[in-house]
């Protein structure tokens, strides 16, 4: 079974530092990786996502993220944080082959907060 | 604008008063899902549905039901809600192109069960 782990629950990062947030996945072939982002009170934005091809991938407002099939990662960075990026993210592992409905697998969340 | 809209997106209730929270999909797709997102557990699979009349249980179906009687429409339906499913619930649809196709996800609707 396919499964998500995002091991930090809080990160607090400084105005203008760069930011690295963890995912690890368990999949048995080669998976379909995603980051989302959600602001207080909001829905989920898709930032990137991962499918074959480049392990770096970039995302929207200048995120990208790192695929490393040794170690089962698929690590999320930005390299200068801005306020607005105060938010709850999460990594997230897609069903192959259509199954069940395209299921999505999330890891718990890494909530991040920006200090100025 | 392609989108996918749920209603309400804000319901307070009591213990047992049966309640239903539509989702609509614009896009003619043919997958579509629910899901709960709980803190430090993110988003769970309720339930999915993979084309009309075709339904079946995700990772976390109890106390649920839903139905899939139009393409566009895929309701949560919760008979006799209770305080434990207090949630942040999403509708998400896909379509059926590729070995994988992207989630698109509705706005959310906040629960809570008093």
């Known amino acids: 079974a396919q499964s998500v782990t995002q091991p930090d629950i809080h990160i607090t990062v400084s105005e203008g530092a760069s930011l690295e947030l963890r995912c690890n996945y368990s999949?048995?072939?080669?998976?379909?990786l995603f980051w989302y982002v959600q602001s207080p009170g909001q829905g989920l934005q898709l930032l990137l996502k991962?499918?074959?091809?480049?392990?770096l991938v970039q995302g929207i407002e200048g995120f990208e993220a790192e695929f490393k099939r040794s170690q089962s990662s698929f690590n999320l960075r930005r390299p200068s944080v801005h306020w607005s990026d105060a938010a709850e993210y999460f990594c997230?592992?897609?069903?192959?082959?259509?199954?069940?409905?395209?299921?999505?697998?999330f890891g718990g969340g890494t909530r991040v907060l920006v200090k100025p | 604008e392609a989108q996918v809209t749920q209603n309400p997106r804000y319901l307070i209730t009591v213990t047992g008063k049966k309640l239903t929270v539509t989702c609509s999909q614009n896009?003619?797709?043919?997958?579509m899902s629910w899901y709960r997102q709980d803190p430090g557990l993110g988003l769970r699979q309720i339930y999915y549905?993979?084309?009309?009349?075709?339904?079946d249980k995700g990772d976390v179906p109890e106390g649920y039901k839903v139905s899939r009687k139009e393409k566009r429409n895929f309701p949560l339906i919760l008979e006799s809600p209770s305080p434990n499913q207090t949630s942040l619930y999403f509708c998400?649809?896909?379509?059926?192109?590729?070995?994988?196709?992207?989630?698109?996800f509705g706005p959310g609707t906040r629960l809570t069960v008093l």
């Open positions: 998400a649809s896909s379509g059926t192109s590729g070995n994988y196709n992207e989630q698109f």
């Open positions: 999949y048995g072939a080669t998976p379909y």
């Open positions: 991962y499918f074959s091809g480049d392990i």
């Open positions: 997230a592992v897609g069903a192959h082959r259509k199954a069940a409905g395209n299921k999505l697998t």
């Open positions: 896009m003619n797709h043919e997958y």
């Open positions: 549905s993979m084309n009309v009349e075709v339904t």
